[in-house]
């Protein structure tokens, strides 16, 4: 199983994030959790959120107003979205399943 994160490396203030976790060698139909986290600059990983795709969705309560998930079967891929960014979203964004990761893509909020 292999998972890709990419998405933009430079967001602005107020600004929508999406990032993309292309997956290959499993279907996101598969019945387990796909998983996003972050790391922040000098911090330890944050939970955001993971679904099942098959209709179990959850997000971390201090980022649920800003979050969702969605994903695409037909390319195999999921999207998170992250609304309304700041600084303190300034991050290293991993997607994972189960012991896989993705290499985790920078992203950083600046004016």
């Known amino acids: 199983v292999q998972l890709q994160e990419s998405g933009p490396d430079l967001v602005k203030p107020s600004q929508t994030l999406s990032l993309t976790c292309t997956v290959s060698g499993a279907s996101i139909t598969a019945n387990v959790f796909w998983i996003w986290v972050r790391q922040p600059p000098g911090k330890g990983l944050e939970w955001m959120g993971a679904t099942t795709t098959t209709g179990t969705t959850y997000y971390s309560p201090s980022l649920k107003s800003r979050t969702s998930i969605s994903w695409d079967t037909s390319q195999n891929r999921l999207t998170l979205h992250l609304q309304s960014v700041t600084p303190e979203d300034t991050a290293v964004y991993f997607c994972?399943?189960?012991?896989?990761w993705g290499q985790g893509t920078q992203v950083t909020v600046s004016s």
């Open positions: 994972r399943r189960e012991e896989y």
